[in-house]
């Protein structure tokens, strides 16, 4: 849902002016000479923000599947480079996926994003890099930000669902939809004593002499 949002064509004439602007003013701003300094087992680069699609699996040569996670990266650029509070370490702050209102923003929020010469973000968030890993503001990140088999750390928010029931919970089955039940169809039940049932001999009553 939040993928279909941002397809929706900009309805403002301000709104289009402004994204073509900023769009523009990325490729003046944007320096070809990217440092070419060399990397070493210490050094952090920085990261991208990513939305999650769904799961999926991959099959091996062997038959094997593994279970992938898919992650869109989008409108990725970098906006600002900070001085961060470890020694040696910069905070890199990225912003994703362009804002298609604008207009809503505040004007400090739009020159904030007009001094680095990109266009405004819905998300912002900062990574520390090292100095040797530094890139130009406004230099786009993309997939290939990463090479194949690389290992990265990946973190995001849980999204909260609330007090649930057990059926979402638990993953129980819940009780039969018909047949005189009331208002119990997604209750739990009776949940006995969750071991072997012991087997109950009939037992012989004693026997009284009968006059």
Partial sequence: MFVSRLAVQLRTRSSHLWIKYCTAAVAQHVSPD?????????SRRV????????????????????????????????????EGDKEGLFN????????DKPHRLSE??????????IPPKRKLMEFPVTEDALLPIGTPLIAAHFLVGQYVDVR?????????????????????ASHGQTKTHRKMGATG??????SCNRLQLPSYNRT
């Fill in 34 to 42: 990217i440092n070419q300094a060399q990397w070493t087992p210490s």
């Fill in 47 to 82: 990261g991208v923000i990513a939305l999650k699609l769904g799961m999926s699996h991959l099959w091996l040569k062997d038959g094997g599947r593994v279970s992938v996670t898919l992650l869109q990266i989008v409108d990725n650029q970098i906006v600002s480079i900070k």
């Fill in 92 to 99: 890199v702050e990225v912003g994703c996926v362009n804002h």
């Fill in 108 to 117: 400090s929020q739009l020159e904030y994003f007009q001094s680095a010469g």
């Fill in 156 to 176: 995001a928010i849980t999204i909260g669902k609330g007090f649930q029931g057990v059926m979402k919970r638990h993953g129980m089955k819940g009780q039969p």
């Fill in 193 to 198: 004593g969750g071991g072997v049932r012991p």
